[in-house]
């Protein structure tokens, strides 16, 4: 299943490149999609490849060294590294871009095909491969270690295409509590041929990329054969994606606080009884919002990447999805293909030149038809207490005809113990009413592997069926574990971040994935844990440290201080024998290595 704002514009731009093998080595594309509520999709996409040969003799022209380098050294032969902040709204923006498989969990997220004979061996290049790829991106990769790593099973399958004599070993980890900001789009930039300097890649800016209300970044490496022939390539593809609020994102940056609308400019609902001069309800904006390229991101395309080959039209294309009767104005330089669907254009850049895009406010009653998800999932935290809660997974079919089939994978920390025998399963149809039902009618398999303190994390993966039109809500306990006081970080009190569940839907007939995976991500979680108070430590450490150096400097006075009566004092100091004679003691106590203080 693909989203119909990707294979649109993939089938259109099919006319003039191919998807795995094109004469030219380096490609870009923009997909822009107006959302509702004033937001826009704007999904970047960098692919690039190498030859197999020229990849292991180290010879590279557009794939970046840094990374390949890391790659040999790692014996990693595909890699999967995301960084994602913010939450997608399914229910108003739809589908997820690229069904999903470029998005990751929050934070950072990173899954793996080491070759290795043994998984010791296959678990020690993995821990080379994070260190360097933190080192290489400015994150935190370095902390992945045995117990934020898992092996899973069902959830993931090999994008490449590799041989069956590797002996491939897959491990995923996740930072759910990373921050991502302009630390890791800095080196991101850098493995791109054009560096950000021309090309798609002149539009990012730190600024509107981190200020976005949902943005991801990913990074896939993987082999590429072509069909009947031993030719195969080592293919990079560098995607970001990201929704931007047009009215945010339009306000000056010298200027950026909000002002509010001026009154004669407000648009009221006279239908409503307590509509008044002083009393507003805001009427519903029926016209789409008109934007720029330089409104929207600050800046316009620095004309094509000059390591595109020109020659092949498709290497480099901007594609909007707007329906057909809208205005759209551009400049000079581009080709501009239409679909027949009439929904969507795609400009094909041949020029050096600058190039914007300009899409006016106009009043239209069609719009872009938003494909839905076929699965919704939410999950919490039930309870109450320091020792023991439970987790809750909604899972909610909105199809009143299809069945979902999916797995459902959680890596867990080892401090949050599931207790797998409490699992329940309620089922809810149209009526709303649960009622409980079999876990067998639910869960068709699982896979489990308990957690070990201190060396690794809980792993649960289940084979899910929803039926239509229903909700299934899963609940099973857990039991949080006290920490060691070294093992809380600073903010203990905040609780501590879980990774989000992957969710992946399975085909209906045979129960694998298709040609286009989906998947879905649910939120991260926070999870409160029994915390001690650690102002205890620091009022004992107070208390006796100053009674330390009351007891300590009141002791050491009474040693080493010469005490001088002051009448001796007055009527010596006034005569050169008593000076002297002072001076004479002085550096006689010196001598002897005292600490003299005459008072």
């Avoid at 990079?236 to 339009?250: A, C, F, H, Y």
Wanted: aromatic share 8%; charged share 20%; proline share 7%.
């Amino acid at each position: 299943m693909i989203p119909l704002s990707i294979s649109i514009c993939i089938c259109l731009l099919a006319l003039f490149s191919s998807r795995t093998f094109a004469a030219s080595d380096y490609h870009e594309q923009l997909i822009l999609q107006p959302l509702p509520s004033s937001s826009l999709l704007a999904s970047f996409n960098f692919r690039s490849n190498a030859s197999l040969q020229s990849f292991e003799q180290q010879h590279f022209r557009f794939f970046p060294r840094s990374l390949g380098q890391i790659l040999q050294h790692a014996q990693t032969k595909e890699l999967h590294l995301r960084f994602s902040t913010g939450r997608w709204d399914s229910e108003s923006w739809g589908t997820r871009p690229w069904n999903g498989s470029k998005e990751g969990a929050t934070g950072v997220e990173l899954w793996a095909w080491i070759e290795a004979p043994t998984d010791d061996e296959a678990f020690a290049r993995w821990i080379a491969l994070t260190q360097s790829l933190s080192g290489l991106f400015c994150a935190s990769l370095n902390f992945i270690d045995s117990t934020r790593t898992t092996r899973p099973v069902a959830s993931f399958e090999p994008a490449g295409d590799h041989f069956p004599s590797s002996q491939l070993h897959l491990l995923h980890g996740t930072l759910p509590g990373e921050v991502v900001c302009t630390e890791n789009l800095t080196p991101f930039l850098k493995m791109l041929p054009c560096k950000g300097k021309a090309g798609i890649s002149s539009l990012f800016d730190g600024h509107k990329l981190f200020d976005a209300s949902w943005q991801s970044m990913s990074i896939d490496v993987r082999p590429v054969c072509s069909e009947g022939d031993e030719r195969c390539v080592v293919e990079i593809e560098q995607t970001i994606d990201m929704v931007l609020d047009i009215d945010r994102s339009k306000r000056p940056r010298d200027n950026s606080i909000p002002r509010p609308v001026p009154a004669d400019q407000l648009a009221c609902d006279p239908s409503k009884t307590y509509n008044s001069e002083n009393i507003c309800y805001p009427l519903e904006k029926t016209a789409e919002t008109g934007w720029s390229l330089t409104e929207v991101f600050g800046r316009g395309i620095k004309g094509a990447c000059p390591l595109i080959d020109n020659e092949i039209p498709g290497s480099m294309s901007v594609c909007l999805r707007v329906p057909h009767e809208r205005d759209v104005f551009i400049t000079p330089g581009a080709f501009e293909s239409k679909n027949p669907d009439g929904f969507s254009r795609c400009y094909i850049l041949l020029s050096p030149d600058n190039f914007d895009l300009v899409l006016p406010e106009q009043e239209l009653q069609l719009k872009v038809p938003l494909e839905q998800p076929v699965l919704h999932a939410e999950r919490t935290i039930i309870g109450h207490g320091q020792e023991r809660g439970g987790m809750q997974v909604i899972l909610r079919n909105p199809s009143n005809t299809s069945t979902v089939d999916f797995i459902y994978f959680e890596s867990l920390p080892w401090f949050m113990r599931p207790y797998l025998h409490t699992l329940q399963a309620r089922l809810a149809g149209i009526d709303g009413l649960q009622r409980q039902v079999p876990v067998s009618d639910i869960i068709g398999d699982i896979f489990f592997r308990p957690a070990i303190d201190r060396e690794r994390g809980t792993q649960l993966e289940l084979v899910l069926s929803v039926p239509p039109a229903s909700a299934v809500t899963l609940i099973y306990d857990i039991e949080k574990a006290i920490l060691r006081y070294t093992e809380y970080p600073p903010d203990a009190n905040r609780g501590f971040n879980v990774a989000p569940a992957v969710i992946r839907l399975l085909d209906k007939k045979d129960n694998s994935t298709t040609a286009s995976p989906v998947y879905l991500r649910t939120t991260s979680i926070l999870l409160p844990l029994p915390t001690p108070d650690f102002s205890m430590p620091y009022n004992v450490i107070i208390l006796t440290s100053t009674v330390m150096a009351l007891a300590f400097g009141s002791i050491f006075n009474l040693l080493v201080r010469r005490f001088i009566a002051a009448d001796e004092v007055a009527l010596g100091s006034h005569t050169l024998k008593a000076r002297l004679f002072s001076q004479l003691v002085v550096l006689r106590d010196r001598l002897r290595g005292k600490v003299v203080k005459v008072e």
